[in-house]
């Protein structure tokens, strides 16, 4: 099988052009297992498919690293959109994906010779925030923002948001001593969570700028998460620490991302993509 080892700020994927390799849909999660394990596979944080689609340019699949699937990626969208670019899967610099969580659109800066693209802003379409829609326990047409929980003996206020996959953000004092390791893997697969949850602490350093890490479903630590540094950005609306229309800088342990909700309901996302390199995997 061939395939392309990408990552969005030190967030790794093994992406697979199906328009190309034939893949069986039973062996896709322990495919994402396998490739992604590090000592006995390629090393990744999960599995990417980037293949044709019936409503949108292009469609991406992601596979977490525990072989779970999701229904977005924000660094796996702006790494399908250079790769799709790069590989005239696409022939315009905007274009839209589709993913098991709605379609988004993408929009591509090339070289000036237009064979390669560094940065990529994604319009994630608009956050969820019903309890139906992340999905969550509880009256479905309700909102869970900066409501008390009890973890591990400690309360914490949490804000849920969707963007397509479910996220629970939390505001901190100090990002350096936030619980990652040991409230992320309680809450994850917390019953409130029927479909388990990513785990995000953020700490405000002013209304554009904000510090960030992430507890993924699926994969535990990640260097970043696209969505959950939308839904991070969201969570800091609504709850009055920032505010719509304003751009805010979300420092990831990978790197940096701008992230903004527009006025018409909107969050963009504009960051990095890179290429690690390309290889054959003996299934
Ligand atoms: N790293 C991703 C999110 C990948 C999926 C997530 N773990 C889930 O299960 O929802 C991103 O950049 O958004």
Not at 49 to 65: C, H, K, V, W, Y
Not at 152 to 157: A, K, N, P, S, V
Request: net charge negative.
């Amino acid at each position: 099988m061939k395939f392309t080892k990408m990552h969005g700020l030190g967030n790794s994927y093994i992406y697979v052009n199906v328009f190309e390799e034939t893949l069986k849909e039973e062996e896709l999660p322990e495919l994402a297992v396998n490739v992604s394990n590090k000592n006995t596979g390629i090393g990744s944080d999960g599995m990417i498919l980037i293949g044709p689609s019936e409503t949108e340019d292009i469609q991406m699949r992601i596979f977490n690293a525990d072989g779970s699937e999701a229904k977005n990626c924000g660094n796996g969208l702006r790494s399908v959109a250079k790769y799709a670019y790069e590989n005239q899967l696409v022939k315009k610099e905007s274009f839209t994906v589709e993913t098991l969580g709605g379609a988004v659109k993408a929009h591509v800066y090339p070289s000036n010779d237009n064979k390669t693209v560094e940065r990529i802003a994604v319009d994630m379409g608009a956050p969820r925030l019903y309890k139906k829609d992340i999905p969550m326990k509880g009256e479905p047409h309700t909102t869970t923002v900066d409501e008390a929980i009890e973890v591990d003996g400690q309360i914490l206020m949490m804000t849920a948001v969707s963007m397509g996959n479910p996220h629970a953000v939390f505001f901190v004092d100090n990002i350096t001593q936030a619980p990652v390791e040991q409230i992320g893997p309680l809450l994850e697969k917390d019953d409130m969570f029927p479909e388990s949850a990513n785990i995000e602490f953020v700490e405000m350093v002013s209304e554009n700028e904000m510090h960030f890490r992430v507890w993924e479903r699926g994969s535990g630590i990640t260097q970043a998460c696209g969505t959950g540094a939308c839904a991070a950005v969201v969570a800091a609306i609504l709850t009055n620490r920032t505010k719509k229309g304003i751009p805010v800088t979300v420092h990831l342990l990978g790197g940096d991302l701008e992230i903004i909700w527009t006025e018409n309901n909107s969050v963009w996302m504009t960051g990095p993509a890179v290429t690690i390199g390309h290889g054959e995997y003996k299934k």
